[in-house]
Nanobody
Framework: VQLQASGGGLVQPGGSLRLSCAPS?????????MSWYRQAPGKQRELVAS???????NYADSVRSRFTISRDDAKSTVFLQMNSLQPEDTATYYC??????????WGQGTLVTVSS
């Protein structure tokens, strides 16, 4: 099973994008944490946002109040609504799902470019 992320693209500063991520098949185990990470060229991968099954949220300081993570457990899908995008948000965004059994699933990445 692989995660498939979509929704990336080119957007002007101040614009918005909505990323989605869902598994290609069925993940049998219960998914506890769904997360989004990003990696800009020449930089380390960093956590952007995470949401646990119980509703606990975590955001990077740089995106708090601009990005919103949400999930649809019926479809094993995680979303990232990104508003007020800035050039420094340019990166490849990766989704991750962690099950209660300790297994991690990663997406292939979707490129977000913020430029005028």
């Amino acid at each position: 099973v692989q995660l498939q992320a979509s929704g990336g693209g080119l957007v002007q500063p101040g614009g918005s994008l909505r990323l989605s991520c869902a598994p290609s098949g069925t993940i049998i185990a219960i998914i506890n944490t769904m997360s989004w990470y990003r990696q800009a060229p020449g930089k380390q991968r960093e956590l952007v946002a995470s949401l646990t099954r119980s509703g606990r949220l975590n955001y990077a300081d740089s995106v708090r109040s601009r990005f919103t993570i949400s999930r649809d457990d019926a479809k094993s899908t995680v979303f990232l609504q990104m508003n007020s995008l800035q050039p420094e948000d340019t990166a490849t965004y990766y989704c991750k799902m962690a099950t209660v059994l300790g297994d991690d699933y990663w997406g292939q990445g979707t490129l977000v470019t913020v430029s005028s």
